[in-house]
C-alpha cells in the first residue's frame, strides 16, 4: 500500500539530486546571500547561485517520523475520550492520503494534518474495541511494536528482502486487498451488515469467521510491506536523494503501521469473542 509512494519518491530524489526542481531553484535564487544581507544601501543586490540540498540520512527518516507518530498520538488521545469522531476522521484521512500520495513532492502540513486526522480515527476505533474486550488495545499495540521489531531484525540481517519480481507481485496482492477492503468498507457503511469479514466459514471441522483468514492475511501483508519502506529508506540514504523526501519515506512508514495495528486490533477481536 505504501511502497508505490516510496519508490516514486525514491526516483523523484533521484532527479532532483542530479537536477533539482525549478520550485526548489527558485526558492534558492531568490534567497538572498551572505553578501546580500550586509550590501549597504544603493548597493546592488545580487541573488544567490543555487545550492545543492542537503542529502537525505537516516536521522532525518527517523526525527520526520517521531514528528508525525507524536501528532497521531495527540489525535488517539482525542479520539480517544470522543470516538463517535472515528467515522468522519476515517473518510477526511481517506482523502489526505490520497493527496499525499499523489503530490509530486512532500507537503509536511498536509503529512502532519494526514497524521492528526489517522489518530483522531485510531483513538476512536481503539476505545470502541476496548469497551468490548478489555485489555486489546494495549495487547494490540505490544503486538504492532513486536512485530516492526523483528520485520526490522529480518531487514537489517538480510533475510527479508525484495527483488523486483517479489515487489511488483506484493503491490498486486497488496492492491488487491486494498480494492476488497474499499468495497467492503462502503457496503458495511450502507447496509449496516458485518460485511465479508463476519461470514461464517466451516474448515476442518471448526466454524469461525472468515474475518479470521482475511485478517492473518492482511497482518503478513502489511508486515511484509515494513520491509519494502526499510529497503526504499535504504536506497534513499545510498542515492544521497534530497531531505525534503524524508517526509514521504516516514509518511510511508506511518501508513504501513496505522494499517497494521488495525488489522492486529481487528484480528485479536475475533479470538475474544464468545
Same mark, same amino acid.
Given at each position: 500500500?505504501?511502497n508505490?509512494?516510496?519508490?516514486?519518491?525514491?526516483?523523484?530524489?533521484?532527479?532532483? %539530486?542530479?537536477?533539482?526542481?525549478?520550485?526548489?531553484?527558485?526558492s534558492?535564487?531568490m534567497?538572498?546571500? !551572505?553578501?546580500n544581507?550586509n550590501? #549597504?544601501?544603493?548597493? $546592488?543586490v545580487?541573488?544567490?547561485?543555487p !545550492?545543492?540540498?542537503?542529502?537525505m540520512?537516516?536521522?532525518?527518516v527517523?526525527?520526520?517520523?517521531l514528528?508525525c507518530?507524536?501528532?497521531?498520538?495527540v489525535?488517539a488521545?482525542? #479520539?480517544?475520550v470522543?470516538?463517535?469522531?472515528?467515522? $468522519?476522521?476515517?473518510?477526511?484521512?481517506l482523502?489526505l492520503g490520497?493527496i499525499?500520495?499523489?503530490k509530486?513532492?512532500?507537503?509536511?502540513?498536509?503529512i502532519?494534518a494526514y497524521a !492528526?486526522?489517522?489518530?483522531v480515527f485510531?483513538?476512536?476505533i481503539?476505545?470502541i474495541?476496548e469497551t468490548?474486550?478489555?485489555?486489546?488495545?494495549m495487547?494490540?499495540?505490544?503486538a504492532?511494536?513486536?512485530?516492526?521489531?523483528?520485520?526490522?531484525?529480518?531487514?537489517k540481517?538480510?533475510?527479508?528482502?525484495?527483488g523486483a519480481?517479489?515487489?511488483k507481485f506484493?503491490?498486486?496482492?497488496? /492492491?488487491? =486487498?486494498?480494492?476488497?477492503?474499499?468495497?467492503?468498507f462502503?457496503?458495511?457503511l450502507f447496509?449496516?451488515n #458485518?460485511g465479508?469479514?463476519?461470514?461464517?466459514?466451516?474448515?476442518?471441522?471448526?466454524?469461525?469467521?472468515?474475518?479470521?483468514?482475511? #485478517?492473518?492475511?492482511? *497482518?503478513?501483508?502489511a508486515?511484509?510491506?515494513?520491509?519494502?519502506?526499510f529497503q526504499?529508506?535504504?536506497? /534513499?540514504?545510498?542515492?544521497?536523494?534530497?531531505? %525534503? =523526501?524524508?517526509w514521504?519515506?516516514?509518511?510511508s512508514l506511518m *501508513?504501513?503501521?496505522?494499517?497494521? =495495528?488495525?488489522?492486529?486490533?481487528?484480528?485479536?477481536?475475533?479470538?475474544?469473542?464468545?
Open positions: 500500500m505504501a508505490p509512494l516510496m519508490n516514486r519518491a525514491l526516483n523523484e530524489g533521484v532527479k532532483d %539530486r542530479q537536477t533539482p526542481s525549478a520550485d526548489h531553484l527558485n534558492m535564487y534567497a538572498p546571500s !551572505a553578501e544581507r550590501a #549597504g544601501p544603493g548597493q $546592488p545580487q541573488p544567490q547561485a !545550492a545543492a540540498e542537503r542529502p540520512q537516516y536521522n532525518d527517523f526525527m520526520k517520523s514528528a507518530f507524536g501528532v497521531l498520538l489525535g488521545i482525542v #479520539g480517544w470522543m470516538p463517535a469522531l472515528a467515522l $468522519p476522521a476515517v473518510l477526511i484521512g482523502v490520497l499525499n500520495s499523489f509530486r513532492e512532500p507537503v509536511p502540513f498536509l502532519l !492528526a486526522v489517522e489518530g485510531l483513538g476512536g481503539s476505545k474495541f468490548s474486550y478489555d485489555g486489546i488495545v495487547q494490540a499495540v505490544l504492532t511494536l513486536s512485530v516492526f521489531a523483528v520485520m526490522f531484525a529480518l531487514f540481517f538480510k533475510v527479508i528482502r525484495f519480481k517479489g515487489m506484493l503491490m498486486l496482492a497488496v /492492491g488487491g =486487498y486494498a480494492v476488497f477492503s474499499l468495497i467492503n462502503f457496503y458495511v447496509t449496516g #458485518g465479508a469479514r463476519n461470514v461464517q466459514i466451516e474448515l476442518f471441522g471448526m466454524t469461525f469467521p472468515l474475518g479470521v483468514i482475511i #485478517g492473518v492475511v492482511a *497482518v503478513v501483508l508486515s511484509l510491506t515494513l520491509i519494502t519502506d526504499a529508506i535504504e536506497a /534513499g540514504v545510498d542515492n544521497k536523494i534530497p531531505e %525534503r =523526501y524524508s514521504t519515506m516516514a509518511f *501508513v504501513s503501521l496505522i494499517w497494521l =495495528y488495525v488489522e492486529i486490533l481487528r484480528l485479536l477481536s475475533y479470538f475474544r469473542q464468545d
